[in-house]
């Protein structure tokens, strides 16, 4: 945890640690980092797409270059079509943050590919709906109660 701890730290996060929790206080607007992937006890690859969805709304441009994996890029294309600014290089991702983001129907296409949908979604102005959520149900217990404690307006429907 501690390359994940530090990064948010340098985007303005203030952290608290204490023996069994971490304290965390974001400000508005999160400030622009470049980050890479790397092998334990480096940044880690599973943190990519969740700090590339909370950048969206940051000031400036941030990078994340993903040096583990190839193919872990795959909701890129579902950010985009929320008016997300992301370029893609190779391995390299530029997000330049935006003031707004627009409500979209989008599909989750893994399981923290998923979860970046659904963060960036909570930013989003108006409805978004999430289709091919089995990959995240799996991977994260009751996530939308969790949310809803934090105050998001989640919730999950059964598909036809």
Known sequence: MKETINKLRECGCSIEIDN??????????LKCVKIETQPY???PTD????FVA???KGEGISYMKENIFESRYKYVAELKKMGVNIEQEDRVLRITGEKTIKATNLKAMDLRGGAALVIAALQADGTTELSNIEYILRGYENLDKKLQKLGAKIKIEEGE
Do not use: C, E, W, Y
């Open 54 to 56: 909370t950048l969206i």
């Open 41 to 43: 006890p480096g940044f």
């Open 47 to 50: 943190m990519q797409s969740i």
């Open 20 to 29: 069994d929790r971490i304290h965390l206080k974001a400000p508005n607007s």
